[in-house]
């Protein structure tokens, strides 16, 4: 299969870490979405990435698409439980996270443009959302290792889900776009599940290339 994402995108991201952790080959096709002439509508009528195209051609999007598909197809490192209430808590986490990472890309790209062309009111208004956002996530993952926490997450002796990997795409990504941000400081415990993730191969090969 083949993804078609940026190399900065934190949905790109999140669907590569799941294909790198659940160990499934994959090649990569790098278009940015916001350059002309871009080949991403060949893919996709929302010309959004990222996009998987499996090998009868056929396309795959949004990243939660591609990720509950991709959790389906190889049983290694289940990402997402089956349990329904705990499947929704993780997918809610997803929602959470790529929620704050949807604010911080529409702010990133508003303060893109000129000067006298930006809003302060649609700035402040996605800046409330991220840090509500991030206080959400913040709140919901607690003092527990991970956000499913205590070992009873998905059944293959790794806590690790779904909701922890979308959150560390977001963090990484207002890292990118936000370095003025400190969440580190005002959210200790996204700090230290951030620098779990870190430790793994799968977010340290994903780290966003400008
Ligand atoms: C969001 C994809 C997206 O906005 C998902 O896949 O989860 N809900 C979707 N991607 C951006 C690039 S980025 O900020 O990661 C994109 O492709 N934007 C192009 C556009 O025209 O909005």
């Known amino acids: 299969m083949k993804l078609i994402t940026s190399l900065t995108s934190p949905y790109g991201r999140k669907v590569r870490v799941v294909l790198l952790e659940k160990k499934i080959p994959f090649q990569i096709r790098v278009e940015n979405p916001w350059l002309p002439g871009n080949a991403v509508t060949d893919f996709n009528p929302l010309g959004k990435v ?3 195209v499996l090998e009868d051609g056929s396309s795959v999007f949004d990243s939660r698409v591609i990720v509950e598909y991709l959790d389906h197809v190889s049983p290694v490192a289940h990402l997402i439980p089956n349990e329904p209430k705990i499947r929704m808590m993780v997918r809610g986490v997803e929602a959470l996270a790529d929620g704050v990472t949807d604010a911080a890309v529409a702010a ?17 208004l996605q800046e409330k959302t991220l840090f509500r956002g991030l206080e959400a996530l913040a709140e919901a993952l607690g003092e527990k290792p991970w956000f499913l926490g205590n070992g009873s ?58």
């Open 50 to 52: 990222p996009v998987l």
């Open 153 to 210: 997450g998905n059944g293959n002796g790794n806590s690790m889900t779904l909701a922890d990997v979308a959150c560390g795409c977001t963090l990484g990504y207002l890292d990118l776009r936000f370095p003025e941000i400190d969440w580190r400081t005002a959210h200790p415990n996204l700090a230290k599940l951030f620098e779990k993730l870190m430790t793994r191969t799968s977010f340290q090969e994903t780290v966003p290339v400008v």
């Open 108 to 124: 990133y790209l508003e303060r893109k443009r000129e000067a006298d062309k930006q809003s302060g009111d649609w700035l402040t």
